[in-house]
Structure formats: C-alpha cells, structure tokens
C-alpha cells in the first residue's frame, strides 16, 4: 500500500470519527431538547393545576362565609320573629286585663308600633341583605295588616274593663287581627324554611 493510499484511508477514518462525534452530539442535542420539552410541559401542567386547586379553594371559601352569613341572616330573622310574637301577644293580654302594668305596657307597645315596635331590630338591621324577596314581601303583608291590629287593640285598650256585647265585639275583632298576624308570621317562617333548604340543595348539587 502507498503512502497516498495509507493517507487517503486515515483521512476516510478521521472523517467517520469526525461525522461519529457530530451525529453524537446532534443527537444529543435532540435529547436534551427533548428533556427539556418534557420538562416543561410536567411543569406547566403542574402550575395550571395548582392554579385550578387554588381558584376552587378561594371558591369554597367564599361559598362557606356566604353560607354562615345567610344562615346568620336567618337566625336574626327568626329570632325578631319570636319577639314580634310575643309583643303582639302582650298586646292582646293588656287589652284583656284589669292589671295597670300590662295595659300600660300594651298601650306603650300600641303607641311606638309603627316607628319602634315594628321597626327592624338592630340585631337584625344588616341580615336584611340576605334575605329573599319573598320574606321581604311577606314582611311587608305583615306590616300592612298591623295597621288593622293596632287600630283594634287601641280600641279595645279604650274600653277598659266594661262588659258588654260592645266590649266583646271589639276584643272578638282584635282576635281575628291577632290571628292573622301570627298566620303571616308562620308564612314568613315557612318561607325561609324553603329559603334555606333551596341554598342547602343548590350547595349539595354544586359539589
């Protein structure tokens, strides 16, 4: 073999050395991009769903305090309506009395009616938000018809402890008026019975 022949097979070899070591580095190359790649996705798949925890955790936070301030909303509804109760009971036991201290504390309670008596309590003054149309409505109907109520328990508060059919006739009226009211306020009850139990259902549905 010549020496041209001995130098043209060394440069054919280094050549393949050569053309060996940059596929190897091309391929490599690939390689890494392809990590890379890979890497890249795993890590925006993990963001985009720490992101989705952290949008629905913000979410059932904020349904919960909604849901503690609606239920608060209600139990101040409720408990106004027990002393709207009992105050149109006092009014009904001082218009049927001969005691000075219950008919005075029914005429008081008769006198203060339309701006104290039947004004929303403070307790109760911010719920007022949350509640629904219907209760509001229905609160409403029941400060219409104690117009009728107050005139007839002021009435029967003027007869004093004379008997006759009058006096009957009067405090038989005043009955009727009063059984009104507490029908109206069993409304507003039942109501917000089906208000609360709707949003306990739409919450259940909603997870």
């Not at 391929?27 to 890497?39: H, N, P, Q, T």
């Not at 985009?48 to 059932?60: H, L, T, W, Y």
């Not at 007839?152 to 006096?167: N, Q, S, V």
Request: with cysteine; aromatic share 8%.
């Amino acid at each position: 073999m010549t020496s041209q022949t001995l130098i043209r097979v060394f440069v054919a070899a280094a050549a393949l050395v050569y053309l060996g070591y940059v596929l190897g580095e091309a391929g490599a190359i690939r390689r890494r991009d392809r990590d890379l790649e890979v890497i890249h996705r795993q890590v925006d798949a993990q963001l985009r769903f720490a992101e989705q925890q952290s949008r629905r955790q913000r979410d059932v936070e904020r349904e919960r305090h909604v849901q503690e301030r609606m239920e608060g909303a209600y139990e101040a509804l409720g408990r106004w309506l027990h002393d709207l109760d009992r105050t149109i009971d006092e009014v009904w036991a001082g218009a049927h009395t001969a005691d000075e201290l219950s008919r005075a504390k029914a005429e008081s309670i008769v006198e203060r009616w339309p701006w104290g008596t039947l004004a929303v309590p403070e307790f109760a003054s911010g719920a007022q938000l949350y509640w629904s149309g219907e209760v509001r409505a229905l609160n409403r109907k029941f400060a219409g018809e104690s117009a009728r109520f107050i005139s007839r328990a002021r009435a029967a508060l003027m007869c004093g402890d004379e008997d006759g059919e009058g006096l009957q006739d009067v405090r038989g009226r005043l009955w009727e008026s009063l059984n009104d009211m507490h029908d109206i306020l069993g409304e507003v009850r039942e109501q917000a019975r089906r208000d609360l139990g709707v949003w306990q259902k739409f919450q259940v549905d909603e997870v």
